[in-house]
């Protein structure tokens, strides 16, 4: 996945309110917090779960706990996955986020953004090279 450092890991626990866990993703612009039992990796809550399993369900963010909504099968992949690789598992499965494991640790997790940010940059470079081979110029 190339050489860019992931993204910091924002956690909540499963005995967290899901207005606990919105605080933070508002305070740290992000649609999503892992959830952590002992650093272990036991589910996800995002935004889509936010809207389906809070809002249309009549529940309260400050009396609902992170358990009861978060997505326990988490989609991870690993530090030598391809973004290609990365994107189809997104498009496939209909996600924005996932976990990154190193040796079966959890290290990072990456968005769709991170996806297209890195795309468009290889893109950038290829670009930049195949304009220098053209015009002769060495390329640095």
């Known amino acids: 996945m190339g050489n860019k450092p992931f993204n910091a890991i924002w956690?909540?626990?499963?005995?967290?309110?899901?207005?606990?866990?919105?605080?933070?993703?508002?305070?740290?612009?992000?649609?999503?917090?892992?959830v952590l039992e002992d650093n272990e990796?036991?589910?996800?809550?995002?935004?889509?779960?936010?809207?389906?399993k809070v809002i249309l369900q009549g529940r309260a963010s400050r009396d609902t706990l992170i358990r009861e909504v978060m997505t326990s099968k988490v989609i991870t992949v690993e530090t030598?996955?391809?973004?290609?690789?990365?994107?189809q598992i997104m498009s496939d499965k209909h996600i924005r986020h996932l976990p990154v494991n190193e040796h079966g640790r959890l290290v990072?997790?990456?968005s769709?953004?991170?996806?297209?940010?890195?795309?468009?940059y290889e893109q950038k470079e290829h670009i930049n090279t195949l304009e220098s081979y053209i015009s002769g110029s060495p390329y640095y």
């Open 112 to 120: 769709i953004n991170d996806i297209v940010s890195a795309i468009m």
């Open 108 to 110: 990072g997790i990456i």
């Open 41 to 52: 990796l036991i589910g996800i809550f995002s935004e889509r779960d936010y809207a389906r």
């Open 80 to 87: 030598d996955q391809k973004i290609e690789d990365c994107m």
């Open 11 to 34: 956690s909540v626990t499963q005995d967290n309110t899901v207005f606990e866990a919105l605080e933070l993703m508002a305070a740290k612009n992000i649609g999503a917090v892992l």
